[in-house]
């Protein structure tokens, strides 16, 4: 089965950085798109971030272009999303996800094609 994990969430000072990670097993590596999302307190998921296993195209949301960057490392079937300049509305749970499909080129992937979920890693700016 898959399984995707996240972990380097934490507690930052506003305009620092962070790293979160998302270690996966189970998936088609190099064929398969995988994104991050976030679901602030009270409020609705939302994805941030976007990037093909295998094309490496990636799609970023408004709120985080030119801070957040998505990245990945093929040989260890890991997702990464470095946050800069870290705002306190970036507050949020942080959650890895994969798609069975690839992802498409300029745009975000439709939200019903997400499949697969990872249980979040916090992460709190004050």
């Known amino acids: 089965h898959v399984q995707l994990v996240e972990s380097g969430g934490g507690s930052v000072q506003a305009g620092r950085s962070l790293r979160v990670s998302c270690v996966t097993s189970?998936?088609?590596?190099?064929?398969?798109?995988m994104g991050w999302f976030r679901q602030p307190p009270g409020k609705e998921r939302e994805e941030i971030a976007q990037?093909?296993?295998?094309?490496?195209?990636?799609w970023y949301a408004d709120s985080v272009q030119g801070r957040f960057s998505i990245s990945k490392d093929n040989a260890k079937s890991t997702m990464y999303l470095q946050m800069n300049g870290l705002k306190p509305e970036d507050t949020a749970m942080y959650y890895c996800?994969?798609?069975?499909?690839?992802?498409?080129?300029?745009?975000?992937?439709?939200?019903?094609?997400?499949?697969?979920w990872g249980q979040g890693t916090q992460v709190t700016v004050s």
């Open positions: 189970g998936i088609t590596w190099g064929y398969q798109c």
């Open positions: 996800a994969a798609s069975q499909y690839r992802c498409m080129s300029g745009s975000r992937l439709a939200l019903t094609s997400w499949h697969f």
């Open positions: 990037i093909d296993t295998g094309t490496a195209t990636t």
